[in-house]
């Protein structure tokens, strides 16, 4: 693959580059999220889940307590950090320095997470939006955010996706945004834009044909697609038969720039970065 920019983020002195794309495995803490096969709960459960995970290659585990999906129930600061800390003693556990990302829109949980289990990434579905708190959090404890782009909230954002241009506005605001974090002094921003939220179907394709349009950026490429409602839609099937339609879609974002892939299923998205890493670079 040939990237214009090879970017990469430094997480606690330990440089990760994208000169080959990397696989961020979701670990779902929460007992209503989407996706009914993701979800984990019990110290067992999680360990196994986390297990499998690093031994098919995940390169960051991405651990989240608060379902972020349309309707889901609300949740306290309190007792998301209670999910989040459990599922981060049984990674740790499993591998002291395994690479951890959280993902959460509240800067006290995003926090206690940095400080008491050494995570080292802070994954924002609400690019700040949703606790004016988060930046000046993220500046002070000096970690690479995901800043991703959203509308209103989980609840709302179902009825707010009237673009004119979908791809040229979620540039915009994901450039804005990049700019004034890096103007507040935090160096590693990882951008995503936002599949799923605040987008219709339709929408989302025109994001994913576009997706070398991020680049200009200058920064990381998240992409977050799996299982979603763009793949099982479409096909007219469930999450949980997703899984091809995923691959398809990620080997997609792969040929367009995306520099990391979060998802479900650790194994299916390892093989399709290798395998398109066979593709000949262009001169």
Known sequence: MNYDIVTS???DGR????????VMGIVNVTPDSFFAGSR????????ERVRTMLAEGADILDIGGYSSRPGADEVTPDEEYSRLARGLEAIRKV?????VSVDTFRADVARRCVEEWNVGIINDIAGGDLDPEMWD???????PYVLMHMRGNPKT???????????????????EKTAQLRQKGVRDVVIDPGFGFAKTVEQNYQL???LKEFKIIGAP????????????????????NAANGTTVLNTIALLNGADILRVHDVRNAVEAIKLVSQLPTAE
């Open 15 to 22: 440089l990760i580059t994208f000169d080959v794309p990397k």
């Open 95 to 99: 591998k002291e320095d395994a690479v």
């Open 157 to 175: 954002m179902g009825s707010l996706t009237d673009y004119k241009d979908v791809t040229a506005e979620t540039l915009s605001a994901l450039a």
């Open 221 to 240: 490429v998240l992409v977050g697609i799996s299982r979603k409602t763009m793949i099982w839609k479409p096909l007219g099937i469930t999450p949980d």
């Open 137 to 143: 959090t993220v500046t002070d404890l000096n970690v």
């Open 40 to 47: 984990v709960s019990g110290s067992e459960e999680i360990t």
């Open 9 to 11: 983020i430094d997480i």
């Open 208 to 210: 994913l044909s576009d």
